[in-house]
């Protein structure tokens, strides 16, 4: 995660930054060297030159794996936002893939569940948002796309549960995600203290509390359905977390102004700004009475 998320808009990553930032975060130069020497190995990168002065490029289908999707993160806070209201409407996707072609199969439920489909049955999966595109794109690249059958429904009954609230506790596990973003709201807000308070920060220090908040981002957001807030417990954590790392990444902003930075940083700039300004006119829907 840390190599991944020190990766420029270049494609490069310096090897000195890395173990500066890798040293903040309590690593060793031990572990660096063995990562990296793992990660050319395994043909995601490769060196120029040797020890802190080489320089990592990432393989074409490295930096294509690893771009950032920043429309799943503008539609979170759009959701915090209460612009995204839901118009209870279900996407479905269902699709039958022999046992021999396993891996698509395979392939295909993992990026169903990651778009936030939830399994209704077997082969059958269901999303509260518009996720047609999506799906399209994942069954074209496995091969599956002449298997797939895309739905919609507002009447949507598992057994004898109807209600889109109890089916969304039935069927996604709101607990694990709740969970994942007190962590995220917790740490976000001890980098907030840090990044508005009066001690100056290095650029090391600056590109490390980047890294921390980029990585409990993930943690937090890539296994989230980011269910329509219409569904969710009130209030719920996942808002308030965003609604912090917003503000980070604007006082990250203020600190450290410069064009060039990692990508994960400058792709998300933007959106985090839009979010704290909305945070500071009031529009935000980070409280139960928003939401």
């Known amino acids: 995660m840390l190599v991944h998320a020190l990766i420029r808009e270049d494609g490069t990553v310096g090897a000195d930054e890395l173990y500066a930032v890798a040293g903040s975060l309590g690593m060793s130069d031990q572990q660096v060297r063995l990562c990296v020497k793992r990660l050319v190995a395994e043909g995601r990168f490769t060196q120029e030159g040797r020890g802190r002065k080489a320089l990592l490029h990432a393989t074409e289908e490295t930096a294509h794996a690893l771009a950032p999707h920043p429309e799943f993160l503008r539609h979170a806070f759009r959701q915090d936002a209460g612009l995204a209201p839901w118009d209870g409407v279900w996407h479905l996707a269902a699709f039958a893939v022999p046992e021999s072609a396993r891996t698509a199969r395979d392939v295909l439920r993992e990026t169903l569940v990651h778009l936030g489909g939830a399994p209704l049955q077997g082969g ?27 739905l919609t429904t507002t009447d949507l009954r598992r057994g004898d549960v109807r209600e889109p609230e109890e089916l969304t506790r039935a069927l996604w596990p709101l607990e694990e995600t709740a969970d994942r973003y007190h962590r995220l709201g917790r740490i976000a807000r001890t980098r907030l203290d840090r990044l508005t308070g009066p001690a100056g920060l290095s650029p090391a220090a600056l590109l490390t509390i980047a890294v921390e908040l980029a990585a409990e981002l993930t943690r937090a957001m890539t296994p989230d359905p980011l269910l329509p807030p219409e569904l969710l417990p009130r209030p719920w954590p996942g ?7 917003a503000r980070c990444w604007a006082a990250l902003n203020e600190r450290d102004p410069g064009e060039t930075g990692p990508t994960l940083f400058r792709a998300y700039t933007d959106i985090a700004r839009e979010a704290a300004h909305r945070c500071e006119s009031g529009t935000t829907a980070g409280s139960s009475e928003a939401l």
């Open 239 to 245: 808002a308030e977390a965003r609604e912090l790392v």
């Open 124 to 150: 059958l999966y269901v999303c509260a948002n518009a996720w047609e595109p999506h799906v399209e794109d994942a069954a074209r690249r496995v091969g599956a796309d002449g298997v797939l059958t895309l």
